[in-house]
């Protein structure tokens, strides 16, 4: 099993820059790709952005795509996610997510094995 660990959320206002963090722990040498998910209150669990195993491959929504950057850091079982020019759209608990078998960066929720509890980001306008 594995477990993922969100961290680094929290308040700031438009135009302003957050970075994320998610650890994972137990049996890592599972994990290939890492992916970043965020809910807003009342809306679907929506895809942000997904990196390969080596991290030469990423995937970003539209809507944050040229703002926020996924990378990671095998040798600490960590991923990141830059988040810079917020916006108050972007309010929403930000979702770590893993894949356990060889895959390609995905959108799809469907494809990722163990989620985070999740960490609260708001901006304000």
């Known amino acids: 099993q594995v477990q993922l660990v969100e961290s680094g959320g929290g308040l700031v206002q438009a135009g302003g820059s957050l970075r994320l963090s998610c650890t994972a722990s137990?049996?890592?040498?599972?994990?290939?790709?890492m992916g970043w998910f965020r809910q807003a209150p009342g809306k679907e669990r929506e895809f942000v952005a997904a990196i390969s195993q080596l991290g030469s491959t990423t995937v970003y929504a539209d809507s944050v795509r040229g703002r926020f950057t996924i990378s990671r850091d095998n040798a600490q079982n960590t991923a990141y996610l830059e988040m810079n020019g917020l916006k108050p759209e972007d309010t929403a608990v930000y979702f770590c997510?893993?894949?356990?078998?060889?895959?390609?960066?995905?959108?799809?929720?469907?494809?990722?094995?163990?989620w985070g509890q999740g960490t609260q980001v708001t901006v304000s306008s």
């Open positions: 997510a893993a894949v356990q078998k060889p895959w390609l960066p995905t959108k799809s929720r469907n494809d990722y094995d163990y």
């Open positions: 137990g049996r890592t040498v599972a994990i290939d790709v």
